[in-house]
């Protein structure tokens, strides 16, 4: 068979009618992972690493539901790589009118160019559906990809007149703590958003973020208002499931090779391997159920990917790193908000109490 033939079969197996197959299914079988991104490129998407990624990515099929919130820590949890199989299985199984919203257009254009198109190139199910923005198709750009049976749109939260464009079935809204309170004068670029979801009775939106403050975070109150699923892990010791805290993390003497993890129930003293028994086994469940918002709450903790040098483990990193960002409040506050997925609360005003005092009247 001649390179041609060969390129052609490709090709119509690329676009034979859609698999059935879960989201989740596709991303295994099809999704390649790339160079900028992984360690492993040119693999195929595992969910060995992120187990917790499943669910949610099965759940934009959700008869039920309409809205889900992703409140993650940054970089270890997988958070991009989610909504990039949530896209790309959408493109390939079920396309619509999509939307992507990044904080800026800047962000847009950065990660349609690192993201959108390094998943386009390295899995063949989405290159064969959507041309490259540097081929003669006018409509394919930085930031407006079209395929068979939908498109893909790529926004920035500051540009009002991009958020009241076409009609959108799916809704990424990223990073939504970086947003601006109005896009120019037009509104809340969130709101603006779902407004393009109205002729569809079937949209989905994807609100997704690390918090900042507390008490300003979007995310934090998407999440509140939502059922609140947290990523259970049973103990090797007793079997008790928890949600791992960094209150179970201790060590000695400021060494961070001395750090293990102590189970809630038992108080079992556990290794950074029974830490990764454990979180592989886990699963998420609801502390709000019945709320009509699917919300999915995951901290650094539960990280499996390998340590950065010179560390031989996780656990042992993550003391360092706290132990770094307790030199300062601001990166006191970049760890809290990126690594614990928690909202930062600055810390309270002090007062001099005998000069309050001074100042009293009859």
Known sequence: MNAGAKLAGRMFSALAPPEDLTPSQWAELHRRLSPEASSKAGGLFSFEDFPWQREPIDMIESPDHGRMV???????????????NLIGSQIDLAPAPMLILQPTVDLGQTWSKDRFDTMRRDTPRIRYRVRG???????NTILHKQFPGGRLTIVGANAP?????????????????????????????????????????????VLTSTPTIKGISRIEREFIDSDRRRWHCPCPQCGEFQVLQWAQIQWDNDDPTSA??????????????????????????PDNPGAAVLGYHLNGINALISPKRPWKTRLEQMVFDHLEAQRNEEERKTWINTFLADTYEPPAEKHDAHELMKRREK
């Open 260 to 285: 293990r993890l102590i189970c809630q129930h038992c108080q079992a003293e556990l290794s950074d391997d029974d830490r990764k028994t454990m979180i592989r086994a886990g699963q998420w469940r």
């Open 161 to 205: 007149r991009q958020l009241a464009m076409r009609p959108i079935k799916l809704v990424f809204a990223d990073e939504i703590d970086g947003y601006p309170a109005s896009a120019g004068k037009e509104g809340d670029p969130i709101k603006l958003a779902e407004k393009r979801t109205e002729s569809f009775p079937d949209a989905f939106i």
């Open 70 to 84: 992703f409140m993650w820590a940054s970089q270890v949890t997988g958070k991009t790589e989610t909504i990039n």
């Open 133 to 139: 923005h540097k081929s003669r198709d006018a409509g």
